[in-house]
């Protein structure tokens, strides 16, 4: 029911700063951010990412003031991303079973800093893979699923015992979150909450990522086999409801921005904790537009992190976390 013009002016509720404010239907907040941090091996290291401006690699002994920064800023939660040495990278992954990896190393820095932030961290073999990929490859280059998932629990498990308390697969094979929270349940890891990369897509949004944990050199072929096409919605809602189904506890939808219609529906349909992935291809893409003058960059950010609240998000992944708690505190 409502009125017509000229009985209804909608401009009414947006003459003034105080009654745009008492209206808005969203708003963010600090909280709402969970802030990707990339490691490196070494020491007393900050390593500038090219391909995202503004982002670095901490060494393990710098990356505790790093979360203590988000903290501090309203930020709970960080999730970390190592960039493992080449010489650690192999075929079957081996590092990433490892209890004293980098990434391992890495959480036990961060709960020592900063005891009371949120550590979510990636559990997919990317980063410890020769040839870039998720998982294990067969002789075509085609990633196996089964075998995989055997080594992923196993991953997830070591990520848990050094203290991560979300440990979120993005790795896209079929079954694995419920393989993960039964080697958890088994392990006495409970507590340790499961984020799962549901709908996640072949992006080509992921390119600066890929340099960011080295891995984007390497990489053999694409992802399409395993991570979903960007063509298709309905499929999402099947991802999604797979991973509830076998113990996620939350959600997330990747990439960000190109997807928003994705993330609406999966809330709307599934009420479960929803997140966004505004990935590093985005990031990149709203810097380099600011630099280039096609528009304000703290206006940029804010108006593209209030679009996943709008969408329903619970919550937003981005590099542009600590700039924009800043920027909304003022
Ligand atoms: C690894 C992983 C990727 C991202 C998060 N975890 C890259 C990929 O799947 O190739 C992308 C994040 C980003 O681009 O910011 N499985």
Not at 278 to 292: K, L, N, P, R, W
Request: with cysteine.
């Amino acid at each position: 029911m409502t009125a017509a013009f000229p009985a209804l002016r909608l401009r009414r509720g947006r003459s003034a700063p105080w009654i745009r404010s008492m209206l808005a239907e969203h708003r963010l907040h600090p909280s709402d951010f969970i802030l990707p941090l990339f490691i490196c091996d070494g020491d007393r290291c900050e390593e500038p990412i090219a391909a995202l401006p503004g982002v670095s690699r901490w060494t393990v002994d710098r990356i505790g003031a790093q979360a203590r920064q988000a903290w501090q800023a309203g930020i709970p939660c960080v999730a970390l991303f190592p960039n493992t040495p080449a010489y650690l990278r192999s075929e079957r992954a081996e590092e990433a079973l490892n209890p004293d990896n980098l990434i391992c190393r890495a959480v036990k820095a961060v709960k020592d800093a900063c005891p009371d932030i949120g550590v979510l961290t990636d559990v997919a073999l990317d980063p410890y893979t020769a040839h870039g990929h998720d998982g294990l490859i067969d002789e075509r280059g085609c990633v196996l699923n089964d075998d995989t998932t055997a080594i992923l629990v196993q991953q997830a498990l070591v990520q848990a015992q050094a203290g991560a308390d979300i440990v979120a697969p993005s790795d896209m094979m079929d079954g694995r979150v419920g393989a993960i929270r039964a080697g958890l349940e088994a392990a006495g890891q409970c507590d340790t909450a499961i984020m799962a990369y549901a709908a996640k897509y072949a992006s080509a949004f992921y390119g600066p990522f890929r340099d960011a944990v080295g891995s984007g050199g390497r990489l053999k072929g694409d992802k399409r086999g395993y991570q979903m096409d960007p063509a298709n919605a309905a499929e999402a809602m099947r991802e999604v409801a797979m991973d509830i189904a076998e113990g996620a506890d939350m959600v997330m939808v990747k990439p960000g921005m190109p997807y928003l219609d994705v993330l609406a529906a999966v809330r709307k349909r599934f009420e479960v904790p929803t997140f966004a992935y505004q990935v590093s291809g985005e990031y990149a893409m709203i810097e380099h537009a600011a630099a280039a003058g096609a528009g304000d960059r703290d206006a940029l950010i804010l108006e593209t992190l209030l679009a996943f609240k709008r969408a329903g998000a619970t919550g937003i992944l981005t590099y542009h976390a600590l700039d924009a708690a800043r920027l909304i505190a003022g």
